[in-house]
């Protein structure tokens, strides 16, 4: 029998309606969700801690990080063969991201959570913790970095995305599909993930922001953020990773200040790439110094790059993290 510990972090999956204010706030503790999980004991045993009761845009870095702390405690003391962490469903995939980058086990880390609230007909928090406890529970889970499991897919936490404001299969990973499914309590992976970058890290460099390219849009901004002192800035431009002219200035400014800039796509699905040479087009950028950071959305870009910044001071070295593999091809063209 397997020792799975599964550690309460707040999220849909712990709430309910107030009948006074008619909206869904936190009410269930992890005993109460774990009694509606009937017949795990079958599978594993199960030990739970209460680690909060945040909703998901309560979860700040500083959070995310107390929660790492506390999760390699419990493994460090428990010796658990898997865990299980409940999370708000907003900012799952950034704290997923951010453990899969940092923490280096065996030991499968699998991220759940809920859509709907323990008030709503078909509340799925019970199931996707069921799943979940299964999955972490499967010695095929072993070395496939932190998992995220809900509605019966497996995800890792390096793909996947939010991609929908209340479907019970919001999270997806693009262009490549899950990594596997649960199905009748057995876990099927379809394929593999290989390629992971992990690094321990004593703190996390935070001030690093995201910016969302839109038609027009000037370098005022950028300019802005440089000179109130951000270490990093995050571009979410167009396409493959092109910008509008008018903010190439303030890329520049960024760049000559040792602010770094990495570039990724607005698009859902897709990689930036050095395709196009005009002002502003990711060519250009590539040129003038910025990072490219392939598939990955916005907010999981960020998290990387607070990582990296973590981790090193050269912007060589910082660049060398972040694209490890994923340029080489172009680095004389791009």
Not at 249 to 266: M, W
Not at 287 to 310: E, T, W
Request: hydrophobic letters at 40%.
């Amino acid at each position: 029998m397997k020792k799975i510990i599964v550690i309460f972090n707040g999220g849909t999956i712990s709430m309910k309606v107030d009948p006074k204010i008619k909206a869904a706030v936190p009410s269930l503790t992890g005993e109460e969700i774990m009694h509606m999980v009937t017949g795990i004991e079958k599978h594993a045993e199960v030990i739970s801690y209460n680690f909060s009761s945040f909703p998901s845009p309560h979860m700040t870095l500083e959070k995310m990080m107390e929660l790492r702390a506390f999760t390699l405690k419990v493994i460090q003391d428990d010796q658990p063969d898997g865990v299980v962490i409940t999370h708000g469903t907003d900012t799952l995939e950034e704290t997923a991201f951010l453990f899969d980058l940092t923490i280096d086990t065996e030991i499968p880390i699998v991220f759940t959570g809920a859509m709907r609230s323990g008030s709503e007909l078909g509340y799925d928090g019970p199931s996707n913790l069921a799943q979940s406890i299964v999955t972490a529970s499967s010695k095929e889970s072993r070395n496939r970095g932190v998992l995220v499991c809900l509605n019966g897919e497996l995800n890792a936490a390096q793909e996947v995305t939010k991609t929908n404001s209340l479907s019970l299969n919001a999270f997806r990973t693009p262009t490549f599909g899950p990594l596997g499914i649960v199905d009748n309590n057995r876990v099927i992976y379809y394929r593999s993930n290989d390629i992971r970058q992990v690094h321990d890290i004593d703190h996390l460099v935070s001030n690093v922001e995201l910016v969302k390219t839109v038609a027009g849009m000037d370098s005022s901004y950028l300019k802005f953020l440089v000179d109130k002192g951000t270490k990093g800035i995050v571009i979410e431009a167009f396409g493959r990773g092109n910008v509008p002219p008018q903010m190439v200035e303030g890329i520049r400014y960024a760049l000559s200040q040792k602010v770094h800039v990495v570039i990724v796509s607005r698009c859902y699905e897709g990689r930036v790439f050095g395709s196009y040479g005009y002002e502003g087009g990711g060519k250009h950028l590539r040129n003038m110094g910025v990072i490219f950071g392939d598939a990955l959305p916005g907010q999981k870009a960020r998290i990387k790059l607070m990582v990296a910044l973590s981790i090193y001071d050269d912007p060589e070295d910082v660049r060398e993290w972040f694209e490890k593999d994923l340029y080489l091809e172009d680095s004389d063209n791009a």
